[in-house]
């Protein structure tokens, strides 16, 4: 996907990119890959696959959900920004956190927020299950997001303890989130949320499967959860 294919397919959803946006989004990419010269960041280098896998990709959550409203978002296991910076870019109204459990990656993401001068982005340097556990932070978020993360049913534990009631979770999925689906129905009801819709689509290009699962909080998390760091991986709510 060239810059002018990804401006367009956008435009066709309604985003409109100013020429600072496009420019933010070329600064993005020029120091996702001289940073992940120094670590591991990305296996996708080439540009266009960069533009097409990640940026795109990342910003199909809002031909889905609304994100033209203000909005407090939670973005876990961000890594190298995907897909909250993406949005950031496009919405730059909203208020965006992030909680990655590797140091490098956040000092990378502070940087970037830096270059592209991007207000209101906070990052943490955490475990999900313990980020979930801290009063100040549990339950205060509008919208959860998360992008390959892990399979539904530890997500689910991860994200929900940080979604507000009547919020939302968008969990970016690729393949098999059928089977996801109905193996973490139990982690959904047990954490308070109802799975409201999934949207199904073809990344274009390679056409690839992508999906976009939107949960809602209808009420508060029980306080065990989330479980200890690693529980919720090695014993899922299944």
């Known amino acids: 996907m060239n810059i002018e294919q990804f401006q367009h397919m956008l435009n066709e959803q309604g985003i409109k990119l100013s020429s600072?946006?496009?420019?933010?989004f070329e600064l993005y990419y020029e120091l996702l890959v001289e940073w992940n010269n120094k670590m591991n960041l990305t296996a996708i280098t080439d540009k266009q696959e960069v533009y097409l896998k990640h940026f795109f990709d990342s910003i199909t959550a809002a031909f889905h959900f609304d994100f033209t409203k203000n909005l407090s978002i939670c973005d876990v296991g961000a890594g190298a920004g995907f897909p909250s910076i993406p949005l950031k870019i496009c919405f730059p109204h909203l208020k965006i956190s992030i909680v990655d459990s590797l140091n490098k990656r956040i000092s990378f993401l502070q940087h970037l927020a830096n270059e592209l001068h991007l207000d209101d982005t906070f990052f943490y340097h955490d475990r999900a299950e313990t980020?979930?556990?801290k009063a100040e932070i549990r339950e205060s978020f509008d919208v959860v997001t998360a992008r390959a993360v892990a399979?539904?049913?530890?997500?689910?534990?991860?994200?929900?303890?940080l979604?507000?009631?009547?919020?939302?979770?968008?969990?970016?999925k690729a393949s098999s989130v059928t089977e996801e689906l109905t193996n973490?129905?139990?982690a959904i009801?047990?954490?308070g949320g109802k799975l409201i819709d999934v949207h199904h689509f073809l990344l274009p290009i390679e056409n690839s499967e992508r999906n976009i699962v939107?949960?809602?909080k209808e009420k508060s998390t029980p306080k065990k959860y989330p479980r200890k760091p690693g529980t919720p991986n090695k014993l899922p709510i299944e």
């Open 184 to 186: 973490g129905s139990k």
């Open 189 to 191: 009801n047990t954490l």
């Open 131 to 133: 980020f979930g556990r």
């Open 214 to 216: 939107i949960i809602q």
């Open 163 to 172: 979604v507000k009631k009547e919020g939302v979770f968008l969990a970016l």
């Open 20 to 24: 600072q946006q496009l420019q933010q």
């Open 151 to 161: 399979r539904m049913s530890v997500l689910c534990e991860l994200c929900l303890p």
